[in-house]
């Protein structure tokens, strides 16, 4: 289970009861990238119904959480290859070269855009820019059988 190093990089190393340790924690760093999206997937799916304050804050709870769990996942990756284009071309005599991939790219907007949500999910949590005063109108609103309509009340 796990990867396995080739035995002409371990020759290279000189050090093979390193590179087990690596693998190990390199098997945990992949590991949480599917455990980060699957937060994901959970954090936009609970935000489709934000009917209530309740779910409005396990929204939040999940995307706050999700945020820092992935931007410990960036920081690794960051690490992992500035770490590798530092240190694998003196190892190899220039004949490999660490390269920026399109994975890393994708986990930074990942990160972006779910700091972006914990933003936007906050502003009617917390009540700021008068989304509150909106929101609480609407609902108020709603369970008296009034308008469905949440603007409604804004625009008076």
């Not at 000189?14 to 390199?26: Q, W």
């Not at 119904?49 to 709870?61: E, G, N």
């Not at 890393?104 to 509150?132: F, N, R, Y």
Request: with cysteine.
């Amino acid at each position: 289970m796990g990867y396995e190093i080739p035995q002409t990089i371990l020759d290279i190393s000189g050090y093979p009861e390193l590179a087990d340790a690596v693998l190990k924690g390199l098997t945990v760093l992949l590991i949480l990238h599917p455990i980060v999206a699957a937060l994901s997937l959970i954090g936009a799916a609970t935000s489709l119904f934000l009917d209530t304050h309740a779910m409005l804050i396990i929204s939040l709870v999940v995307t706050i959480f999700n945020s820092f769990l992935s931007s410990i996942v960036l920081a690794a990756d960051l690490a992992i290859i500035i770490i590798a284009q530092d240190r694998i071309p003196g190892l190899t005599g220039g004949s490999f070269d660490i390269e920026w991939g399109d994975g890393t790219w994708m986990v930074l907007i990942g990160v972006a855009l779910s700091w972006l949500g914990v933003i936007l999910l906050s502003i009617p949590v917390c009540g700021c820019c008068g989304a509150s005063r909106r929101y609480r109108s609407w609902e108020a609103k709603r369970f008296r059988g009034g308008s469905s309509d949440p603007f409604e009340m804004a625009e008076r």
